[in-house]
């Protein structure tokens, strides 16, 4: 069957799995694709952030006038974001008319805003409908003058099954009795460290329907007596940090591995002793994702038992014991943080299906002395799709070694992050990779046209770019036969590249006509005013995102 001919309904599931930048092509292919994108997929899965700054031009957007614009569109849309800067927009009869035309069919609401004020709750009594509520404050002291009467506001959330809240709201944190009535599944609250007896009220009142719960806590111990506490409570993701030190909490998390062995995401964001490390592969038989931080891991061959762990992210001081006989074989995702300045290459054997090889370590210039390292994560990552070597100490000498293998080797590789102090063009030269979608290259001193020209021929498919911290040889040149040669392009990033000149914003304005997303960042030869720079760049009517300093 032609792909013509496809029914709507496979169509649509096609298309829900697509970014919005796909989608704006694909609705261009045929009037049925774009019919089915703008009336179907659009609304019904695709947030529309409404914002008072253009991205491009950094001219105040009428926000008023876009949201009665919203309000004429024929698709009602089932998703928003809405960052309110000024004080008198909730004021206005645009805000309120917009919640009550467009409120009652929103499933999604993120907000971002200075203060959760009355004139903004005022819209809440129209969300009936709502099942995820996102909130950013930025100012909510926890003391001081409250909106008057929430049970008219919070009340009215009767659907809603996602709450998070980036910084503390702590009008919501207090009159969290207000929404027992809704289903809530999932809690999420971030950067700020929720007090026991704040969620003491969420976690009691929806023990029966939680499933997923993301918190910042002051200390563990407590908290994790009072969730053993809930017989009710059967998560399925659970995201703790805790503030620092605090007692031995290991008898309090090894109960709670027994009381929630259906647990699918754990991650905890404090050090686990051994015994607490050791009780996970014998109680979490159903892990989909781990992130844990610990010592050393003595068992590692016990972790080959959870047949359904996927994704591992391990922050770990010393993996000198590790078994090289042990397979994760199901593991496909794998992050690996080491501090101590020893590594065994053992542990690279452990992952033969890994797709995704993300490596971090201490800035030392002992780990990597050894080229059997080198030489064993070469050879054992060749079939991953996404490698990322940022953060991990390397040289190029140690890369460029005959008895390692290069880069071209990865036929499949997708997406590389590479950084090494004494970068030169001999590193590009590895990278004939024909399916590289991404490249992120930081450190890279002695980089210059030759190799930038080889990338180029060689790497056809890049659409990300990004290079940081060159001091020769990287100049408009190569960003020249960068924009004429990778019509791909959708990001690029340049930042710390001193021999760059106003050139360069012209080669971009010239040949990239797909570009979404341009950063420049300390480019000091780039010495066009950033009135000037933005008037220029402005033409490109895709570009999303732009700093210039």
């Known amino acids: ?140 002291e926890p003391y001081g003058q409250r909106p008057q009467n929430p049970e008219i506001y919070l009340a009215s959330l009767k659907n809603l099954k996602s709450l998070k809240l980036h910084l503390a709201n702590y009008f919501i944190l207090q009159n969290a009795s207000l929404l027992n009535s809704a289903p809530l599944t999932t809690i999420c609250f971030k950067r700020f460290e929720a007090e026991l007896h704040q969620l003491k009220p969420f976690l009691q009142n929806h023990s029966g329907t939680l499933r997923n719960l993301t918190v910042r806590v002051e200390e563990m111990k407590p908290f994790l007596h009072f969730l053993n506490s809930l017989p009710k409570l059967k998560l399925r993701k659970l995201d703790v940090k805790s503030a620092g030190n605090e007692d031995d909490f290991t008898d309090a998390l090894v109960m709670l591995f027994d009381q929630q062995p259906q647990l699918r995401i754990l991650r905890i964001g404090s050090e686990l002793s051994l015994r607490a490390v050791a009780a996970i592969p014998k109680t979490l038989f159903e892990l989909e994702e781990l992130e844990l931080i610990a010592e050393s891991i003595h068992n590692c061959k016990a972790f080959g038992q959870l047949k359904k762990l996927r994704k591992l992210n391990m922050i770990l001081y010393d993996v000198r014991a590790w078994d090289e006989t042990a397979s994760l074989e199901s593991v496909v995702e794998l992050s690996l943080s080491v501090t101590f300045p020893l590594i065994s290459p053992a542990i690279f054997c452990s992952f033969p299906n890994a797709k995704r090889f993300y490596l971090e370590d201490v800035d030392d210039d002992t780990l990597m002395r050894d080229i059997i390292v080198v030489r064993t994560l070469m050879e054992k990552v060749q079939s991953v799709e996404h490698l990322d070597l940022e953060n991990y100490v390397l040289k190029e000498r140690e890369i460029l070694n005959d008895s390692v293998d290069r880069f071209d080797r990865i036929e499949g590789l997708r997406s590389l992050r590479y950084s090494c102090r004494d970068m030169s063009d001999a590193s590009l030269l590895t990278m004939a990779l024909p399916e590289l979608r991404e490249l992120y290259l930081t450190h890279c001193p002695r980089v210059s046209f030759k190799g930038i020209s080889f990338l180029t021929r060689n790497c056809p498919q890049l659409e990300s770019l990004q290079f940081e911290y060159n001091k020769e040889g990287f100049n408009d040149d190569c960003i020249d036969i960068i924009t004429r040669k990778l019509p791909r392009l959708r990001r690029l990033v340049l930042v710390n590249l001193k021999e760059l000149t106003n050139e360069t914003v012209l080669s971009i304005v010239a040949n990239c006509k797909r570009l979404r997303e341009l950063t420049f960042s300390y480019c000091v030869g780039i010495t066009m005013e950033k009135a000037e720079a933005i008037e220029k760049l402005s033409s490109l009517k895709t570009l999303r995102n732009l700093v210039y300093s």
């Open 1 to 140: 069957m032609e792909i013509e001919n496809l029914p709507n309904e496979l169509l649509e599931k096609i298309f829900y799995y697509l970014p919005v930048e796909d989608l704006e092509s694909a609705a261009l292919v045929c009037l049925p694709w774009k019919a089915i994108i703008l009336s179907v997929i659009i609304p019904k899965s695709v947030p529309i952030h409404i914002k008072p700054v253009h991205p491009v031009t950094h001219q105040l957007n009428p926000v008023p006038a876009m949201l009665s614009a919203q309000m004429m569109n024929p698709f009602a849309k089932s998703h928003y974001k809405l960052t309110i800067s000024d004080a008198d927009l909730p004021q206005t009869p645009e805000f309120i008319d917009f919640f009550r035309q467009c409120g009652p069919n929103l499933k999604s609401l993120a907000l971002q805003v200075m203060r959760l004020t009355e004139p903004i709750l005022q819209a809440f009594p129209y969300l009936h409908n709502l099942e995820e509520l996102r909130l950013t404050t930025e100012s909510d």
